[in-house]
């Protein structure tokens, strides 16, 4: 069960912030289950590493289940190729995957000394993202 301090964190965070909880938890768990499916982690580690994952999809899911706050329909998320959460998702992850290393660069210090870098967002708003574009 997600501890309370944990909910609150995460209901403080802000969009961009909360996009990136969510990525990072999803690479975790993919990460983890992979490495374990091809036996690059030693049996006796997968128990605690199982316990691990279920810890962070808890995290993922009241993240996701607290997307209202930004104009997302949590319920959206579960619908791959329509919705709200689909078209937020991969409106920030479009615009995290096309930054440049100078640019990561400067976020990553900005967000290190918990700094603004909205001059980095992209233009627009994920309302307006063409989702489909990206599966054509």
């Known amino acids: 069960m997600l501890e309370e301090s944990k909910k609150a964190d995460i209901l403080k965070m802000g969009e961009v912030d ?70 937020w998702y991969k409106y920030w992850d479009t615009w995290k995957k096309g930054l440049s290393n100078e640019d990561w660069e400067k976020v990553n210090k900005r967000m290190a000394a918990n700094e603004g870098y909205t001059e980095f967002y992209p233009e627009g708003r994920w309302q307006d993202f063409n989702l489909t574009s990206i599966y054509e």
């Not at 091809?38 to 899911?61: F, Y």
């Open 18 to 87: 909360t996009y990136f909880l969510i990525d990072e938890c999803g690479a975790f768990m993919w990460r983890m289950n992979h490495e374990m499916a091809h036996g690059r982690i030693p049996q006796e580690h997968h128990a605690a590493i199982n316990e691990d994952i279920v810890s962070v999809s808890e995290l993922q899911k009241f993240a996701v289940d607290n997307l209202h706050r930004f104009g997302v329909d949590p319920e959206t998320a579960k619908d791959r190729t329509n919705g709200d959460y689909w078209k």
